[in-house]
């Protein structure tokens, strides 16, 4: 798995999707298909259920459930829940497939994993003033260097979990410039005040 699409917070390491699916294809991806099991609806709890099947050219066959209800996704995604459902299992058919232990990003939200969806959106950034040394363009902050992908990925999903679809703009907004001219000091710092409390240690 390439390293820039491995994320550590807090001592816990997780993976994004595109590095599962990156990996995937480098080790020989054939195909992946997808069952819609339950539709989400007011006799099961809203909850979305799909099995995904993974098949490499080996001729290997790996499967996944994903599930997704309005109690274990952000807002944002409530009305998403089908094509949520379908990236958890498509994720963890994948981790089997490229035996990848690490979790996804994407299984975040899932369960015990993360706080209630209120909890997390508590957490907001502080307001750019009040942002620690080398955040705001420093020669500390340059010394850093430009934002690694992987956390630039991170911080989309981040900002979208936490403030909706427009996230990343409201987001830059609040910061003042683009996240892709952040240093990665400032994106781990960000990353910090994003991440949800049941992402940690």
Do not use: C
């Amino acid at each position: 798995m390439r390293e820039e699409f491995l994320i550590t917070r807090q001592g816990r390491q997780y993976v994004l999707f595109a590095g599962l699916l990156d990996e995937a294809h480098a080790r020989g991806l054939r195909s992946i298909e997808t069952e819609l099991l339950q539709v989400p609806e007011e006799a099961n709890g809203m909850t979305a259920i799909v099995r995904a099947r993974v098949e490499m050219e080996d001729g290997r066959t790996f499967s996944g459930l994903g599930d997704a209800n309005p109690q274990n996704v952000g807002r944002s995604i409530a009305p998403h829940l089908i094509r949520m459902a379908e990236t958890r299992a498509k994720a963890r058919a994948l981790r089997d497939a490229v035996n990848v232990g690490a979790t996804a990003l994407e299984e975040l939200t899932d369960g015990e994993e993360s706080p209630p969806v209120e909890e997390a959106r508590s957490r907001r950034p502080r307001p750019v003033e009040e942002a620690p040394p080398g955040e705001g363009g420093s020669e500390a902050g340059r010394r850093g260097g430009r934002v690694r992908r992987s956390q630039l990925e991170l911080l989309r999903t981040l900002a979208v979990e936490a403030r909706g679809e427009n996230g990343v703009e409201r987001l830059e907004r609040h910061i003042g410039k683009p996240l892709s001219e952040l240093t990665r000091e400032e994106a781990e710092a960000w990353i910090d005040r994003l991440t949800p409390a049941g992402g940690r240690e």
